[in-house]
């Protein structure tokens, strides 16, 4: 069990192992090497719900009485920001909206939450879709916080040409933001060197503004650390101003929370003031999010589920080849490929090319379309590993006790009042950037939150240093100006070798 979270994965991850064997490999390779595949997959931590025996996909009609009629639920889409964004070198202007977007909608929490020290509700917003010409609302989603971090939302931005996302960012706690003049255009370009070894990965260097001016700071290799994925710094464009976001440590991907499916809402019912959504439709975050994970370039956001289609490739490229492409992998990639093992790619590109050229087996774009294909295909054998959406009362189930924990009324206020704190902070920062085309030296105060109750936190991971926000110092590494001295190539690889991680590679094919 990962004691940070508390997730129970041993039972979750049984059934999916069994499917897993017998759907990928053949029966000759079964009898062979089923039983040391089995203990690889039970070994390797991944977070998989509703993958099980015991926890089957829910009948339309269960999803019809929890949801309602008015609102329907898509398997596929953008990630909540805050969960993830993709890598990029210089900072993104997101494209111009003509039509205007609807008034943010007040969320009441799920019943539910992860269990964790750090787990916050973090509220959702309205993403434009471009492809319906129409407004999605990104539900929100439990946040694992990353360590000495705090969540600044993002809003839309009234422009001359219509309306622009202005992003949320993970700034430090506890002290401002502060406006700069936009940076210069990057300067990495990859490594001037040689990976000193497979324990290692490459922080991009980044403009900093001192005394007035930008001075480039370039990048440099270190070592991973187990269970923390770096993020780059960056910065984030606000009109003529920009906003500077040192690096830092967070978790890795499934240890980040608990993601809700977006959806859009039928018949207006978002018009009244009285109006109130409960996100109760989970993404299943674990191997199927690696399996299934996009990135759409002129935004860098991460996109969940189906765009495998030819219409898309302009736009949508899977998420191991954005993290190549400019020239280096980027600290997300890098750390799955440290621990997934040297084939990790290809065996993603491997699935990519199946899901392309079989596209009756892809993931459906809605709840609903998935379910239904599941009912008429309930003769064959594991089709419903297709499943990347579950009601969160049957995640519940299948976790159990330790998985979750119920929001009692002390924790739902708590919530109410971070909800409260991050809304006030985005009119703020609304008010504080629409007002003035110029910013530069001018701060956004953040706000003290309110702690939450925690459960099941004991935990033996340990935070890494962030070396001043730059990157951890190592024990006996001397830390030379523009980087680190890179120990002995050959050294150890912290904290035990890691079995590779799923996907495996399918030879043959899916055999439905």
Not at 277 to 292: D, E, M, R, T, Y
Not at 478 to 504: F, K, N, S, T
């Amino acid at each position: 069990m990962n004691r940070e979270l508390g997730w129970s994965e041993e039972r979750m991850q049984l059934g999916w192992s069994k499917r897993l064997c017998q759907t990928v490999l053949p029966p000759s390779w079964i009898g062979r090497y089923g039983a040391l595949l089995l203990a690889t997959i039970m070994m390797n931590g991944a977070r998989v719900y509703a993958q099980g025996d015991e926890l089957p996909p829910p009948a339309p009609e269960e999803v019809a009485a929890e949801i309602g009629a008015d609102v329907e639920v898509f398997s596929r889409g953008p990630l909540h920001e805050s969960y993830a964004t993709a890598h990029t070198r210089d900072a993104i202007e997101f494209p111009i909206v003509k039509k205007k977007p609807p008034q943010p909608i007040e969320e009441i929490v799920p019943e539910y939450r992860p269990a964790g020290k750090n787990v916050l509700w973090v509220p959702g917003y309205w993403y434009y879709d471009d492809e319906q010409d129409d407004f999605l609302w990104i539900s929100g989603l439990w946040r694992n916080a990353p360590p000495g971090r705090q969540w600044v939302p993002g809003y839309w931005a009234k422009v001359d040409q219509g309306y622009q996302w202005r992003p949320g960012m993970w700034v430090q706690a506890g002290g401002t933001v502060t406006f700069q003049p936009p940076p210069p255009a990057s300067q990495e370009r990859g490594p001037s060197s040689p990976r000193p070894s497979e324990n290692h990965f490459y922080v991009p260097g980044y403009w900093q503004y001192q005394d007035g001016k930008y001075v480039w700071k370039p990048g440099f290799w270190t070592r991973h650390q187990r269970g923390w994925v770096w993020v780059p710094a960056r910065y984030y464009r606000s009109g003529n101003n920009a906003v500077f976001v040192n690096g830092y440590w967070d978790y890795k991907l499934n240890q980040r929370g608990q993601l809700f499916a977006p959806v859009r809402f039928r018949n207006d019912v978002t018009a009244g003031s009285d109006f109130r959504f409960q996100p109760k439709v989970a993404w299943i975050n674990g191997s199927p999010l690696l399996l299934h994970l996009f990135v759409r370039g002129d935004t860098a956001a991460y996109y969940y589920g189906d765009y495998y289609d030819e219409r898309y490739r302009s736009r949508y490229r899977p998420w191991y080849e954005h993290a190549q492409t400019y020239g280096y992998a980027d600290p997300l990639l890098s750390y799955y490929e440290w621990t997934g093992g040297g084939t990790f790619v290809e065996n993603l590109r491997n699935w990519h090319k199946y899901f392309v050229e079989h596209p009756d087996f892809r993931p459906r774009s809605t709840l609903l379309e998935q379910l239904a294909f599941l009912r008429d295909n309930q003769g064959r054998k594991y089709v419903d590993q297709l499943l990347t959406t579950n009601l969160l009362s049957r995640l519940v189930q299948g976790a159990g006790q330790q998985g979750f924990v119920r929001v009692d009324d002390a924790t739902a206020g708590s919530v109410r009042q971070i909800a409260e704190t991050m809304r006030a902070l985005t009119q703020q920062r609304l008010q504080l950037e629409q007002g003035a085309s110029n910013l530069i030296g001018q701060a956004l105060n953040l706000p003290q939150l309110p702690a939450l109750p925690t459960f099941n936190a004991t935990s033996g991971q340990v935070i890494p240093s962030d070396g001043g926000g730059i990157i951890p110092s190592i024990p006996g590494v001397r830390v030379p100006e523009g980087g680190i001295e890179i120990p002995d190539a050959g050294a150890p690889l912290p904290g035990g070798l890691e079995v590779p991680r799923l996907p495996i590679d399918p030879p043959g094919g899916l055999p439905f």
